[in-house]
């Protein structure tokens, strides 16, 4: 059974930076066909994808975040990161990793969450 767990350091302060982990049990990060992303949900917003990073290793992010976020891996300890930088109040919010994971042509693809964790902004 594929397992999410998001940790993060709760409260950051405004200008400074924020390193989330995601530890994935249950599938290799390496797995085919299986792409990482963080998403991300502010008080009263709907959800904001922020980035992702495929099976092969391509990162791809929201244009809006893209100068401020990295996200990578270390397959060894089998775990997603997100590094952001500058963060400002307007960040704050819960912060998810997510897999999709894509099967046979024409088969919908099946997606993991984890529980999420909160990052708030603020001096």
């Known amino acids: 059974q594929v397992q999410l767990q998001e940790a993060g350091p709760g409260l950051v302060k405004p200008s400074q930076a924020l390193s989330l982990t995601c530890t994935i049990s249950g599938v290799a990060i390496t797995a085919s066909y299986h792409d990482w992303n963080w998403i991300r949900q502010a008080p009263g917003k709907e959800l904001e994808w922020m980035g992702v990073?495929?099976?092969?290793?391509?990162?791809y992010y929201s244009p809006s975040l893209r100068s401020r976020s990295s996200i990578s891996r270390d397959n060894a300890k089998n775990t997603l990161y997100l590094q952001m930088n500058s963060l400002e109040p307007e960040d704050t919010a819960v912060y998810y990793c997510?897999?999709?994971?894509?099967?046979?042509?024409?088969?919908?693809?099946?997606?993991?969450w984890g529980q999420g964790t909160q990052v708030t902004v603020s001096s």
């Open positions: 997510n897999v999709v994971v894509y099967r046979a042509v024409g088969a919908p693809p099946n997606d993991y």
């Open positions: 990073i495929t099976y092969d290793g391509s990162t």
